[in-house]
Nanobody, 123 residues
């Protein structure tokens, strides 16, 4: 069965950095895209970033553009989210997800989801 395991969350001061990792296992992920979403208390889950198979195309939400970068290592079935210049409003649970193909990557219509990792930014 497919498993997505996020790591790298934690508590950081505003202006700091964190790198989240998501390791995927349980099947061959050829032609699967990977995405990051986040959900703050009382808010809907929102898109953060996505990357297509082989890293051909990346998508970044406007709210984090210029601060966050998504990358992947196909050999390790792992995707990363580098988060710099963190702000208090970035505080949320961050979820990794994967889906087949490359359409609709900014909507939460993914096939598989991880359990999430908490990111807390103190101001």
């Amino acid at each position: 069965q497919v498993q997505l395991v996020e790591s790298g969350g934690g508590l950081v001061q505003a202006g700091g950095s964190l790198r989240l990792s998501c390791a995927a296992s349980g099947r061959t992920f050829s032609n699967y895209a990977m995405g990051w979403f986040r959900q703050a208390p009382g808010k809907e889950r929102e898109f953060v970033a996505a990357i297509t198979w082989g890293g051909v195309t990346t998508y970044i939400a406007g709210s984090v553009k210029g601060r966050f970068t998504i990358s992947g290592d196909n050999a390790k079935n792992t995707v990363y989210l580098q988060m710099n210049s963190l702000k208090a409003e970035d505080t949320a649970v961050y979820y990794c997800a994967t889906k087949y193909g490359s359409n609709g990557l900014t909507s939460p219509s993914y096939d598989y989801w991880g359990q999430g990792t908490q990111v807390t930014v103190s101001s």
